[in-house]
C-alpha cells in the first residue's frame, strides 16, 4: 500500500504562507483519494481538505475555505496543501491521509474513511 511522509511545516507569521507536501510511495498514488487533516494542542483531529482521486473535486473546512487550497501532482506522487493569510487559530500538527478509491470524483471528508496516514508535520503561526 501507500506510505505518505509529510513536509514543509514550520513557524510563519500572522498573514503569512506556507506550503506543505505530502510525498506518497509504493502503490500506484492515483487511485487514491487524499485528505489533510489537522491536531491543535489539546484538541481533536479534524478536516480541513480533500481532493478526489481525479482531482476533479474538492472540498475544504468552512474555518479555511478560500485561505488554503489543495492539488495534487500524479507526476510526482505528492499532494499539496498551499495555506495563505494563515492564522494563530491555524497553528496545528497537520496529517495527509489516503484512502484507495474506485470511484473517481469522490472525496472523504472523515477520519474514519482513510486507513493510511502520515507521520504530520508542526505548523505554528504567530508573531
Known amino acids: 500500500q501507500v506510505q505518505l511522509g509529510e513536509s514543509g511545516g514550520g513557524l510563519v507569521q500572522p498573514g503569512g504562507s506556507l506550503r506543505l507536501s505530502c510525498a506518497a510511495s509504493?502503490?500506484?498514488?492515483?487511485?487514491?483519494?487524499m485528505g489533510w487533516f489537522r491536531q491543535a494542542p489539546g484538541k481533536g483531529r479534524e478536516f480541513v481538505a480533500a481532493?478526489?482521486?481525479?482531482?476533479?473535486?474538492?472540498n475544504y473546512a468552512n474555518s479555511v475555505r478560500g485561505r488554503f487550497t489543495i492539488s495534487t501532482d500524479n507526476a510526482k506522487n505528492t499532494v499539496y496543501l498551499q495555506m495563505d493569510s494563515l492564522k494563530p487559530e491555524d497553528t496545528a500538527v497537520y496529517y495527509c491521509?489516503?484512502?484507495?478509491?474506485?470511484?473517481?470524483?469522490?472525496?472523504?471528508?472523515?477520519?474514519?474513511?482513510?486507513?493510511?496516514w502520515g507521520q504530520g508535520t508542526q505548523v505554528t503561526v504567530s508573531s
Open positions: 481532493i478526489s482521486k481525479n482531482g476533479g473535486s474538492t
Open positions: 509504493g502503490r500506484t498514488f492515483s487511485n487514491y483519494a
Open positions: 491521509a489516503a484512502r484507495e478509491s474506485k470511484i473517481g470524483a469522490l472525496y472523504y471528508t472523515r477520519e474514519p474513511y482513510y486507513d493510511i
